[in-house]
């Protein structure tokens, strides 16, 4: 079993920045992060490998950068030029499993949750 705890969400006003942590207790190979905004569905923002391999959702790519710590076992995720439509309960996800390609974005792909931290953009 793997325990994350995220850390980092705030409000803040558009245009500026926020730095999300995850930390993993346990075995995590990839890790990603989630947001839910009320009302929608939860959608894949970033992920990232032990291999630094990344990837990214179209609508953050440019303004959010990814990172995983291997030796912390910490994820983060770096969100700058912010957006009120980035207000969402951001979750940090992980699965210990390596993809072929990249890491993947597919939401039912990871079976590691935490309990989420809230970004609220004005």
């Known amino acids: 079993h793997v325990q994350l705890v995220e850390s980092g969400g705030d409000s803040v006003q558009a245009g500026g920045s926020l730095r999300l942590s995850c930390v993993a207790f346990?075995?995590?190979?990839?890790m990603a992060w989630f947001r839910q905004a009320p009302g929608k569905e939860r959608e894949g923002v970033a992920s990232?490998?032990?291999?630094?391999?990344?990837s990214y959702a179209d609508s953050v790519k440019g303004r959010f950068t990814i990172s995983k710590d291997n030796a912390k076992n910490t994820l983060y995720l770096q969100m700058n030029t912010l957006k009120p439509e980035d207000t969402a309960m951001y979750y940090c996800?992980?699965?210990?499993?390596?993809?072929?390609?990249?890491?993947?974005?597919?939401?039912?792909?990871?079976?590691?949750w935490g309990r989420g931290t809230q970004v609220t953009v004005s």
């Open positions: 346990g075995d995590t190979y990839t």
């Open positions: 996800a992980a699965v210990n499993r390596r993809y072929t390609r990249y890491p993947t974005l597919t939401r039912g792909e990871y079976n590691y």
């Open positions: 990232a490998d032990s291999e630094r391999r990344t």
